[in-house]
């Protein structure tokens, strides 16, 4: 029987993760497939217990569910554990396992899509919800040089860093709010915060872009304010977070399927070209 995948959310319709794992199947000849799930707001664990009940081997969670699946799931791997929050989930008769694989679509976007080491680099990472504490172990382990963590309510952004301050390792971190970055340069700014999606942008300081800096949006499609006001600010370059949507659907396969997919083919037909 063909094996049964998902991405569960609401909304859902939108998702490019369909698109993105029927080329992986193709390209890796896995015979399976994969559809989207609407969930009910209060209906998130029955739907993925009829999914279970219906052959259902996978699933991958969007938003609002990750942190209820990081709940569902009867064991969870440490990095989930750490992000509090799930977006792949792998069923078995041992029960449901969570992962999550957003971080380290992160780093791969930037280490092998974008040439961009983060091996003693400063990171500015802007945001303290679900979507920066998501990243925070796997940028750790690549050993940036500083990690600054500032958000729009600056304890939150304290609480993450007194939260993964144990996995510094050599790292140098600090958290805040966006005013006490005036007069700092950084060689990459991430942006993990929601602004984006009303579009605005973070009040930054200026001169936060070091020369040769990268500027990254997690959210993908179009130039952000934040991108545009980055640009403006003299970030050498500028990304959006497509790359890292199709590395941490990557990693979902390979957990699911054993088989790592290559991401070029996939990320080049969204980009249309
Ligand atoms: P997510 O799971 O996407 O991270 P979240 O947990 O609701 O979503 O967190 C949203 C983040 O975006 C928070 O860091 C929030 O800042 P606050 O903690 O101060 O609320 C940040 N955010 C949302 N809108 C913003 C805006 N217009 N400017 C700056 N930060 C914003």
Redesign the pocket.
């Known amino acids: 029987m063909t094996d049964r995948y998902a991405v569960i959310g609401n909304p859902v319709a939108h998702s490019k993760s369909p698109m993105i794992h029927a080329v992986f199947a193709g390209l890796t000849l896995q015979d399976m497939t994969y559809e989207a799930i609407l969930a009910p707001p209060d209906g998130f664990a029955a739907t993925v217990r009829a999914f279970i009940s219906a052959g259902g081997r996978g699933m991958n969670v969007t938003v609002p569910f990750k942190r209820e699946a990081c709940a569902l799931a009867d064991t969870r791997s440490p990095r989930a554990e750490a992000a509090k929050a799930v977006n792949t989930l792998i069923f078995s008769p041992a029960g449901i396992h969570g992962d999550n694989t957003d971080g380290l679509g992160l780093v791969a976007d930037l280490t092998r899509n974008l040439g961009f080491q983060l091996a003693g680099k400063r990171i500015l990472l802007l ?6 504490r998501g990243v925070m172990l796997p940028l750790l382990a690549e050993r940036p040089a500083a990690l600054t963590l500032a ?3 600056a304890d ?1 952004a304290r609480q993450l860093l007194a939260e993964f301050s144990p996995h510094a390792g050599g790292c140098t971190m600090d958290a805040g709010g966006f005013e006490g970055l005036a007069g700092r340069q950084f060689d990459l700014v991430i942006n ?4 984006s999606l ?1 579009d ?1 942008a ?2 930054l300081p200026g001169g936060l872009y070091a020369p040769g800096s990268l500027a990254y949006d997690m959210v993908y499609g179009r130039e952000t304010p934040f991108l545009t006001a980055a640009r403006t600010q003299g970030a050498a370059r500028l990304a959006d977070g497509l790359g890292m949507l199709v590395e941490q659907a990557a990693e979902s396969f390979f957990l699911w399927r054993g088989v790592r997919p290559p991401t070029a083919p996939v990320l080049a037909q969204l980009r249309g070209k």
């Open positions: 945001g303290a919800g679900g979507a920066a958000n729009r309510t939150k993990a915060t929601a602004a009303t605005e973070p009040p």
